[in-house]
């Protein structure tokens, strides 16, 4: 498994947030938090090579994380108070502004359902997490101009406790029956139960995980729904890290680990990517 580095971009004295890849894999949406704004890039296939967008940037004030519907249709910006919607014209990648929508809470992570229907955005000032619904993003000309006619999010129901001090980041299975979201504090991945028809989260996490060796970073979940891994960052950042895997309980969500698990990584382990994940 060698990795090589084939192509890069620079946001010159910007600070990345997320990034985010649609569907094909040719478009590549950073949330740049110093500017306040999503910055896109086209990823060549035949090159490899990674430059601009047809359309580089889109403003969104104080956004922090971004989150794609997995079929590419739009991309949601997250930040203290405010959602942003966009559409994303498949021809080009342009992603053209929707709606803004303000709704009370520091928005920091986020993950959309397979179906594209529903948001469950992590608000890091209560330590909770609100499912939305979320209106279809049309275009006014097809596959072209990308204009977004909607991107509301309504709530559904009440906030839901964590249960934890510091929750970090938030992932569905790749069948919309789970909620996946760890926490830096304690150490631990809790899981909530998600009604794929209606986006209603179970009011109280239905398993919790044992402190892990570290602290957990980003997540991801295989493509069939079996298996979830997690970047976890050793005790110092010279202190080697890992990628913890577990087996996932296809009725109860429950997270078993599996044999040899946690695996040694790097140094300063943060991050994880599942080829073919959901989200």
């Not at 520091?106 to 000032?125: F, M, Q, R």
């Not at 926490?183 to 909530?192: L, P």
Request: proline share 6%.
């Amino acid at each position: 498994g060698i990795v090589n580095n084939l192509s890069s971009a620079s946001l010159g004295t910007s600070v990345p947030g997320n990034l985010y890849v649609e569907a094909t894999g040719q478009y590549i949406y950073v949330a740049d938090t110093t500017v306040g704004q999503m910055s896109a890039f086209f990823s060549d296939p035949s090159g490899p090579s990674l430059a601009p967008a047809a359309s580089p940037t889109l403003a969104e004030a104080g956004v922090q994380a971004l989150v794609g519907d997995p079929g590419g249709n739009a991309v949601y910006g997250l930040a203290n108070g405010t959602i942003y919607s966009a559409a994303i014209a498949p021809i080009n990648g342009t992603a053209s502004p929707g709606v803004t929508n303000t709704i009370t809470g520091n928005w920091t992570a986020g993950a959309i359902d397979p179906s594209g229907t529903y948001l469950v955005a992590l608000d890091s000032t209560t330590n909770t997490i609100q499912s939305f619904s979320l209106a279809p993003m049309q275009s006014t000309v097809p596959d072209l101009s990308g204009g977004a006619v909607d991107g509301t999010a309504t709530k559904i129901g009440t906030a839901v406790a964590t249960g934890g001090t510091a929750p970090s980041t938030v992932t569905l299975d790749a069948f919309g029956r789970f909620v996946f979201v760890t926490d830096t504090a304690a150490k631990t991945i809790a899981v909530f139960t998600f009604n794929s028809s209606t986006g209603v989260l179970g009011s109280t996490p239905a398993f919790t995980t044992p402190a892990l060796a570290g602290t957990p970073g980003q997540v991801g979940v295989d493509s069939t729904g079996t298996y979830l891994y997690v970047a976890v960052q050793g005790a110092t950042p010279t202190s080697v890290g890992s990628v913890a895997a577990f087996s996932i309980n296809g009725t109860t969500g429950a997270l078993t680990a599996v044999t040899g698990s946690p695996f040694p990584a790097n140094q300063a382990t943060s991050g994880v990517a599942v080829f073919n994940k959901v989200n």
